[in-house]
């Protein structure tokens, strides 16, 4: 079972990664978000910032599909993604070794090649 505190940790130990202030979870690499929390619309109540769910950049809509299908207990989308490569992650039913792997796959996904490169 991960956490908000697993992000937060895998996230900062990637090269040049910057925690926006938020109300949960929010980390850029040059600028580009990667994985932060999700902010939840009800309609008709105030938005709430889920530390329980993690948006993860994914690249784009054929990964999406790959993951909202082949692993619907960890993975969904909502209407107001549509169209976007992002996909929400539910923590409490992920080990660390594997949001390891999703983090990290997003943040090579949007960090510029030069840094990339320092990851190894």
Do not use: C
């Amino acid at each position: 079972m991960a956490t908000a505190d697993d992000v937060r940790s895998l996230a900062l130990s990637l090269p040049h990664v910057v925690e926006i202030d938020s109300d949960g979870f929010d980390f850029r690499v040059a600028n580009r978000g990667f994985v932060w929390s999700y902010p939840e619309r009800i309609p008709g109540k105030p938005r709430v910032i889920r530390t329980d769910v993690a948006v993860l950049y994914v690249g784009d809509e054929a990964e999406k599909q790959a993951l909202l299908l082949g692993e619907p207990d960890l993975f969904f989308t909502v209407p107001g993604y549509d169209g976007l490569p992002l996909v929400m992650l539910r923590l409490p039913r992920v080990d660390v070794a594997r949001l390891t792997e999703l983090v990290t796959d997003a943040w090579r996904m949007r960090a510029p090649e030069e840094i990339e490169a320092e990851l190894g």
